[in-house]
């Protein structure tokens, strides 16, 4: 009888956690931990024998991206697992996607939920990644990991506003915005997710770096797309602002791309990876310009101005990867990631700004084959960090007694940065599968410890100034506020410790498993159990059915603990009139606060159809309780409870190809997803902790009638049916490769709050059509030249524009249209 297929999924597929790096951190309990992981080796290291290897899909050797160009993997019938998707660089290729990031790369997963009112709101020409959901939760609960480190903001992913503010620094989930060119796969964990990973409610993005072959081989892509090649329709409201290249705003780009890799043998038993990147995009915006050679300036006395903005990404990966015998090898991974957007704004005069969101850090990754098993260790070190650069420091709204002349806005708010600085280290043992009686165990367990430090730090000092030009020449100042210079910090440390053991009884596989995890900001201890059950109905892998619970805690948000050390940064110098110099004198409270958390309730059944196909149902139910809302204000104060929760329920159906088919004399694969959800929350997930809990039972107007909230329909994330084809065929005589990706999205309610009166808030409602779209891809590599690849993909090809969200049904102004037609054109060449 072959090997259990639940087994063969646990072993294939469980990513080893970790890869972090130096330990050199102030914290005791940090110190500690780590002494536990060393202690941990070295009793592995003393004790463990004859490794029965678990597969190390990330020691293969990575396919040559251009040559691999458009092709799907091979599917193997054992190892599928509904609840873990596995993009490789063949399907990375073969994707047709806009800004080569890892939110359009799994856009189509059937678990993920866009934001239609953000995905499409009229700044194509940016290099931003969009957030998602995974089945409901908060776009922000989600854990990004870079060779299973994590890489995700744990600051002010909410904060994605682009606009000149004292103290807001746009910041996004995922800190390294990476290049997928550069990866060789990416797993997404969206249900029955494994016990070695934690800090989430909705679901884990697994980037892997590509990993050196030492095949001596390089290659390059170039990589193009504009406004020109780009179709969009904008409501009339925002057409002034998105024909200005207002901040959030971007119809006139030009987009380059340029990527290259090096494969390297440094030695027999050493090989080296570098891949650069960097996308670039000039965005025209336009500025105003204040003639300052007039005898008094004013809003009169400017110009308008069109000027070319930058928005650019660098990425930089090295990896060293060793092989120090049969049984240790070794890999150090260097990254690098860096996003500038250069903005300017009509409303302000002489005043420019830039975002800028920085990564780069270090990893070791170690594995061991012991006589007992294989044990791997990962240390790291990353610092991420989010920078608002203005042009000034004081921030000036002029005002004129005279009123024949205009007021204008000028200046800005000098640096002000947040910094996430953070070490981590893990270690996991996988011990070989051994019998009691006639059930066959595989166990592992695990050490995940993380110290992590937050800072905002202000330059030099800031001011904020509203005054008045009176006809004597003297200035009237209203209000004026300083923002001091200095830095507010935080700090925590966490540890995680887990064991999981996959039992099979016959064609019976049951996975019994546990987390636990300690912080010490809100000095928490949480613990996570996880089970499931696989049952290999015929015991030919043919015909398996699965069932799982889990718990998943959330993601510990340090920005709420910074803003009471960020409001001592603050005092009010004039208010009406008066000089007062006081402090701000905020006050926030997190006390008692208990860490988010998710119970999942989740059916899987997979059906080998024929030696061609496979066909997959889940059934998937999310309970999101204790999520972290604000209440309060700047007066008495702010404080955080833990008041959000949500309920979503989820069904999905899939097809795949297991080998490729034959047609038009090519092979082809293929894969379809359909998939529902509903939600139900009580807050808005878009706001992060910075929304406030509402309770359900609450009294709203929706399109004139009164009604419970809970009845309110959901507006944001929310799409109920998705529908996801895709086809790639390949002529491998030819050189041609052509992929197909044919979506479907349903009908659907768009909701728009329109105000409150007499304590009723009101929202109207208008019916969204559905619509489809259908991304396509060719490539050509011709034979005659070898190594030379030529690609072009074309998003949304049928040109449809679609009203797909609304901010408020009376104002049309405010209704979202679905991108238009969108070309890229890429070359690449390999040697």
Same mark, same amino acid.
Not at 379 to 386: K, L
Not at 526 to 535: G, S
Not at 611 to 630: C, I, Y
Not at 649 to 674: V, Y
């Given at each position: 009888?072959?090997?259990?297929?639940?087994?063969?999924?646990?072993? %294939?597929?469980?990513?080893?956690?970790?890869?972090?790096?130096?330990?050199?951190?102030?914290?005791?309990?940090?110190?500690?931990?780590?002494?536990?992981?060393?202690?941990?080796?070295?009793?592995?290291?003393?004790?463990?024998?004859?490794?029965?290897?678990?597969?190390?899909?990330?020691?293969?050797?990575?396919?040559?991206?251009?040559?691999?160009?458009?092709?799907?993997?091979?599917?193997?019938?054992?190892?599928?697992?509904?609840?873990?998707?596995?993009?490789?660089?063949?399907?990375?290729?073969?994707?047709?996607?806009?800004?080569?990031?890892?939110?359009?790369?799994?856009?189509?997963?059937?678990?993920?939920?866009?934001?239609?009112?953000?995905?499409?709101?009229?700044?194509?020409?940016?290099?931003?990644?969009?957030?998602?959901?995974?089945?409901?939760?908060?776009?922000?609960?989600?854990?990004?990991?870079?060779?299973?480190?994590?890489?995700?903001?744990?600051?002010?992913?909410?904060?994605?506003?682009?606009?000149?503010?004292?103290?807001?620094?746009?910041?996004?989930?995922?800190?390294?915005?990476?290049?997928?060119?550069?990866?060789?796969?990416?797993?997404?964990?969206?249900?029955?997710?494994?016990?070695?990973?934690?800090?989430?409610?909705?679901?884990?993005?697994?980037?892997?770096?590509?990993?050196?072959?030492?095949?001596?081989?390089?290659?390059?892509?170039?990589?193009?797309?504009?406004?020109?090649?780009?179709?969009?329709?904008?409501?009339?409201?925002?057409?002034?602002?998105?024909?200005?290249?207002?901040?959030?705003?971007?119809?006139?780009?030009?987009?380059?791309?340029?990527?290259?890799?090096?494969?390297?043998?440094?030695?027999?038993?050493?090989?080296?990876?570098?891949?650069?990147?960097?996308?670039?995009?000039?965005?025209?915006?336009?500025?105003?310009?204040?003639?300052?050679?007039?005898?008094?300036?004013?809003?009169?006395?400017?110009?308008?101005?069109?000027?070319?903005?930058?928005?650019?990404?660098?990425?930089?990966?090295?990896?060293?990867?060793?092989?120090?015998?049969?049984?240790?090898?070794?890999?150090?991974?260097?990254?690098?990631?860096?996003?500038?957007?250069?903005?300017?704004?009509?409303?302000?005069?002489?005043?420019?700004?830039?975002?800028?969101?920085?990564?780069?850090?270090?990893?070791?990754?170690?594995?061991?084959?012991?006589?007992?098993?294989?044990?791997?260790?990962?240390?790291?070190?990353?610092?991420?960090?989010?920078?608002?650069?203005?042009?000034?420091?004081?921030?000036?709204?002029?005002?004129?007694?005279?009123?024949?002349?205009?007021?204008?806005?000028?200046?800005?708010?000098?640096?002000?940065?947040?910094?996430?600085?953070?070490?981590?280290?893990?270690?996991?043992?996988?011990?070989?599968?051994?019998?009691?009686?006639?059930?066959?165990?595989?166990?592992?367990?695990?050490?995940?410890?993380?110290?992590?430090?937050?800072?905002?730090?202000?330059?030099?000092?800031?001011?904020?100034?509203?005054?008045?030009?009176?006809?004597?020449?003297?200035?009237?100042?209203?209000?004026?506020?300083?923002?001091?210079?200095?830095?507010?910090?935080?700090?925590?440390?966490?540890?995680?410790?887990?064991?999981?053991?996959?039992?099979?009884?016959?064609?019976?596989?049951?996975?019994?498993?546990?987390?636990?995890?300690?912080?010490?900001?809100?000095?928490?201890?949480?613990?996570?159990?996880?089970?499931?059950?696989?049952?290999?109905?015929?015991?030919?892998?043919?015909?398996?059915?699965?069932?799982?619970?889990?718990?998943?805690?959330?993601?510990?948000?340090?920005?709420?603990?910074?803003?009471?050390?960020?409001?001592?940064?603050?005092?009010?110098?004039?208010?009406?009139?008066?000089?007062?110099?006081?402090?701000?004198?905020?006050?926030?409270?997190?006390?008692?606060?208990?860490?988010?958390?998710?119970?999942?309730?989740?059916?899987?059944?997979? %059906?080998?159809?024929?030696?061609?196909?496979?066909?997959?149902?889940?059934?998937?139910?999310?309970?999101?309780?204790?999520?972290?809302?604000?209440?309060?204000?700047?007066?008495?104060?702010?404080?955080?409870?833990?008041?959000?929760?949500?309920?979503?329920?989820?069904?999905?159906?899939?097809?795949?190809?297991?080998?490729?088919?034959?047609?038009?004399?090519?092979?082809?694969?293929?894969?379809?997803?359909?998939?529902?959800?509903?939600?139900?929350?009580?807050?808005?997930?878009?706001?992060?902790?910075?929304?406030?809990?509402?309770?359900?039972?609450?009294?709203?107007?929706?399109?004139?009638?009164?009604?419970?909230?809970?009845?309110?329909?959901?507006?944001?994330?929310?799409?109920?049916?998705?529908?996801?084809?895709?086809?790639?065929?390949?002529?491998?005589?030819?050189?041609?490769?052509?992929?197909?990706?044919?979506?479907?999205?349903?009908?659907?309610?768009?909701?728009?709050?329109?105000?409150?009166?007499?304590?009723?808030?009101?929202?109207?409602?208008?019916?969204?059509?559905?619509?489809?779209?259908?991304?396509?891809?060719?490539?050509?590599?011709?034979?005659?030249?070898?190594?030379?690849?030529?690609?072009?993909?074309?998003?949304?090809?049928?040109?449809?524009?679609?009203?797909?969200?609304?901010?408020?049904?009376?104002?049309?102004?405010?209704?979202?249209?679905?991108?238009?037609?969108?070309?890229?054109?890429?070359?690449?060449?390999?040697?």
């Amino acid at each position: 009888m072959p090997p259990h297929p639940a087994c063969t999924l646990e072993i %294939q597929h469980h990513p080893l956690p970790g890869s972090e790096y130096p330990l050199w951190t102030s914290s005791s309990v940090f110190a500690r931990c780590t002494g536990i992981i060393v202690a941990l080796g070295m009793g592995g290291l003393g004790t463990l024998a004859s490794a029965q290897d678990v597969t190390d899909l990330a020691g293969k050797p990575a396919a040559d991206p251009l040559q691999s160009h458009n092709e799907l993997p091979t599917v193997q019938v054992q190892g599928t697992r509904p609840d873990t998707r596995t993009y490789d660089r063949a399907e990375i290729d073969a994707t047709p996607e806009s800004n080569r990031d890892l939110t359009s790369l799994i856009s189509s997963h059937p678990a993920l939920r866009l934001n239609p009112s953000t995905s499409d709101n009229g700044n194509h020409g940016s290099l931003a990644p969009e957030s998602f959901s995974i089945y409901g939760e908060s776009p922000y609960q989600n854990q990004f990991l870079i060779d299973g480190i994590s890489s995700t903001n744990a600051i002010n992913p909410q904060v994605s506003a682009t606009g000149l503010q004292a103290g807001r620094v746009p910041g996004y989930s995922q800190t390294y915005n990476i290049d997928t060119d550069m990866l060789e796969r990416v797993e997404v964990h969206d249900s029955r997710v494994p016990v070695e990973f934690g800090h989430f409610q909705g679901g884990v993005v697994d980037a892997r770096i590509k990993t050196p072959t030492g095949s001596n081989r390089f290659s390059i892509k170039q990589r193009f797309n504009s406004s020109n090649l780009t179709q969009q329709k904008m409501p009339e409201g925002a057409l002034d602002d998105w024909n200005n290249g207002q901040p959030g705003y971007s119809s006139n780009w030009k987009k380059h791309f340029t990527s290259f890799d090096g494969d390297l043998r440094v030695t027999e038993d050493t090989s080296a990876l570098i891949s650069m990147s960097r996308r670039d995009s000039a965005i025209q915006r336009q500025t105003r310009v204040l003639d300052t050679s007039v005898p008094i300036p004013n809003g009169n006395a400017s110009t308008l101005q069109m000027r070319d903005e930058s928005d650019t990404v660098d990425n930089l990966f090295a990896k060293f990867h060793t092989r120090w015998s049969g049984d240790t090898k070794s890999s150090i991974t260097f990254k690098y990631a860096d996003r500038q957007e250069d903005l300017a704004s009509s409303d302000f005069a002489n005043t420019s700004w830039s975002n800028r969101q920085t990564a780069y850090g270090v990893a070791l990754d170690l594995e061991q084959l012991l006589e007992s098993g294989k044990l791997t260790a990962k240390i790291g070190f990353d610092q991420m960090d989010a920078l608002r650069d203005s042009s000034s420091n004081e921030f000036t709204t002029q005002q004129f007694a005279d009123k024949s002349l205009a007021q204008y806005v000028s200046g800005g708010f000098g640096t002000e940065s947040l910094n996430q600085r953070q070490t981590t280290a893990k270690m996991r043992m996988d011990w070989n599968a051994f019998g009691t009686g006639s059930i066959r165990h595989k166990v592992y367990a695990g050490l995940d410890v993380q110290s992590t430090k937050a800072s905002f730090e202000r330059d030099e000092d800031a001011f904020a100034t509203l005054q008045s030009l009176q006809t004597n020449g003297t200035q009237k100042i209203t209000t004026r506020t300083q923002y001091l210079a200095g830095t507010a910090g935080v700090g925590y440390d966490t540890m995680g410790l887990y064991l999981s053991d996959s039992m099979q009884w016959g064609n019976l596989g049951w996975t019994m498993s546990a987390r636990a995890d300690h912080d010490n900001l809100f000095n928490n201890t949480n613990v996570a159990p996880r089970t499931r059950l696989d049952w290999d109905a015929f015991g030919d892998g043919r015909t398996q059915l699965g069932l799982g619970w889990a718990r998943y805690y959330g993601l510990d948000m340090l920005g709420l603990a910074l803003q009471q050390e960020k409001s001592k940064l603050i005092r009010y110098l004039v208010q009406r009139g008066v000089a007062v110099d006081k402090p701000a004198g905020e006050i926030y409270s997190y006390a008692g606060l208990q860490t988010p958390h998710s119970d999942e309730w989740a059916l899987t059944f997979t %059906q080998q159809i024929s030696p061609f196909l496979e066909g997959g149902l889940s059934l998937v139910r999310r309970n999101s309780m204790d999520g972290v809302t604000q209440d309060g204000n700047a007066t008495d104060g702010y404080f955080y409870t833990n008041d959000a929760n949500a309920k979503t329920k989820s069904a999905a159906i899939s097809l795949r190809t297991l080998k490729p088919w034959k047609a038009a004399a090519g092979e082809w694969n293929s894969r379809i997803d359909f998939s529902w959800q509903k939600t139900r929350r009580n807050h808005d997930s878009t706001l992060g902790w910075e929304g406030s809990g509402l309770a359900p039972d609450d009294i709203v107007e929706v399109d004139g009638v009164q009604t419970q909230r809970r009845n309110k329909p959901s507006a944001e994330f929310n799409q109920p049916y998705r529908l996801s084809v895709g086809m790639t065929g390949k002529w491998h005589q030819a050189g041609i490769a052509w992929s197909n990706r044919f979506n479907w999205n349903s009908s659907k309610t768009g909701v728009a709050y329109l105000g409150t009166t007499k304590g009723v808030e009101r929202y109207g409602t208008v019916k969204l059509a559905s619509y489809w779209t259908w991304d396509t891809s060719l490539t050509y590599q011709p034979s005659g030249i070898k190594g030379l690849t030529l690609s072009l993909d074309v998003l949304n090809a049928l040109n449809v524009i679609r009203p797909i969200a609304i901010a408020n049904p009376i104002l049309a102004n405010n209704i979202r249209y679905q991108t238009g037609r969108e070309i890229w054109l890429s070359a690449g060449y390999a040697f």
